[in-house]
Structures are given as structure tokens and as C-alpha cells.
């Protein structure tokens, strides 16, 4: 089963996420015809309708999703697109179908099954959430998030991956932090502390590259006061 992914941004619209039409191809038919009847269309109203032949369509995720069902389509960050994208769809994802004026309606065989993940950078409609299963992500566990680091990180060795992995476990459970480090953070460490030589986290180390996993000045300064203390405990 694909997996089709839909990036959300602020200021994405029904076009970015539906289809678009290819619009230097359409143009190059253009001249094309052009060329054929001597420097000029002979028949417009042909000339237009095959501009919007299938072959100039550009299928963006949501087409997609809609067209290769059964497939999976992962709305990312629904949070940071704005309300009336989250309406449009809402409406397409209650149907399962969307029409394009040129070529028709496009229904899925199956409905895809849709994941939409949010970080809670704003309130999502309750009209949304009603039709979805929610399900919290919580931080991973010590074990997994080594693994992740490895993973996504392999130039990173063994040691350091688990001295970063349980330094950032402890800044999310002890120190109250204003933005506990996410995974992204921990990977950002990881690669800091590896691009600058260090074999291990030790203080100095730590204290050179905390900005890679606190965004804040008070956390920095209250971090940066425990670092000793968190390093040994």
C-alpha cells in the first residue's frame, strides 16, 4: 500500500494539495500546434481543449491518495495550515472524491486511510476532530530513541548515542524546561557533538552544543547550571 505524504505550511491551498496543471508543457503544445498549422491554431476551441488533456495534470497528494487507494496519506502538521484549508479538507476527505472541472469527478475505490498529525501550534475544529481517532504520541522510551539516533545518525557511535539519548530523557522529566527537547532535538545533538569530535558528552561538550537542544534563554541558563549534577547523576 503507497504511503503519500502531504506537507503542511502556512498558506497552502486546495491547488498545492489537489492538482495543478503543467503550465510550460501547455505551452510547448501550444507552439507545437502553432508550428504544425504554419504559425497559426487553425481550430481554437480544439487547441483549447486539449490543454487540459490527463498528460498536463499534475496530481498533487491528495489526488493522488484519492486515484492509488488503497493507499495511506499522511497529512503532516495539519496545525500550521489555516482554516480554511483545514475546511477544504474536511470536505474532501468526508466524500472521498473531488471534481476537476476539466476532466470530471475522481472518486476513490476505497477510501485512503488518512493519518493527520498535529504539534498543537493551534487548536484544530472540533468538526475535524470528531472524525478522526485520536491517538497521543508520547517521547520514546530510552532503548527506542538510542535505536533512533543510530538509525537516522550512524556516523554517531554507540556511547555517544546513549549518553545524549539519556541526558535529553532527563531534561524532559527533571528540569521543567519551557520546550522539552523533541527527537528532532536529540538527533541535532547527536550530530553537533559528532561533527565537533567529541567521543563523549562531558560538561564543556555539553555546555558548547546546548543549543542544539534548548531553544530558550531560561532553559539554557537553567540547564546549563545542572549540566554537572545531570552528567554524574
Not at 64 to 74: H, N, W
Not at 101 to 106: A, C, I, N, R, S
Not at 166 to 185: C, I, S
Request: proline share 5%; net charge negative; glycine share 6%.
Amino acid at each position: 500500500m503507497p504511503l503519500i505524504r502531504l506537507q503542511c505550511y502556512e498558506g497552502i491551498d486546495a491547488g498545492q494539495a489537489l492538482y495543478d496543471w503543467d503550465f510550460p508543457r501547455q505551452i510547448l503544445h501550444l507552439r507545437a500546434l502553432e508550428a504544425a498549422g504554419g504559425g497559426a491554431v487553425s481550430d481554437a476551441d480544439a487547441a483549447e481543449e486539449s490543454l487540459f488533456d490527463e498528460r498536463f495534470l499534475l496530481a498533487r497528494p491528495v489526488l493522488r491518495a484519492l486515484r492509488e487507494s488503497p493507499a495511506v496519506l499522511l497529512v503532516d502538521e495539519i496545525d500550521r495550515a489555516d482554516d480554511e484549508f483545514e475546511a477544504f479538507l474536511l470536505e474532501v476527505l468526508s466524500t472521498y472524491q473531488v471534481t476537476i472541472p476539466e476532466l470530471g469527478t475522481v472518486t476513490a475505490a476505497t477510501p485512503p486511510i488518512v493519518v493527520l498529525t498535529s504539534n498543537r501550534t493551534r487548536e484544530l475544529h472540533d468538526a475535524l476532530k470528531r472524525r478522526c481517532l485520536y491517538h497521543w504520541v508520547e517521547h520514546p522510551g530510552l532503548d527506542r530513541e538510542i535505536a533512533i539516533v543510530r538509525s537516522r545518525a550512524p556516523e554517531v557511535s554507540e556511547t555517544l548515542a546513549r549518553q545524549v539519548a539519556t541526558m535529553v530523557q532527563r531534561l524532559r522529566t527533571a528540569e521543567g524546561l519551557l520546550k522539552p527537547p523533541g527527537v528532532a532535538e536529540t538527533l541535532d545533538w547527536a550530530r553537533a557533538l559528532e561533527a565537533l569530535g567529541a567521543g563523549e558528552l562531558d560538561v564543556e561538550n555539553a555546555a558548547r552544543t546546548l543549543g542544539a537542544v534548548v531553544k530558550y534563554r531560561e532553559d539554557a541558563q537553567r540547564v546549563r547550571q545542572a549540566l554537572d549534577r545531570m552528567l554524574t547523576a
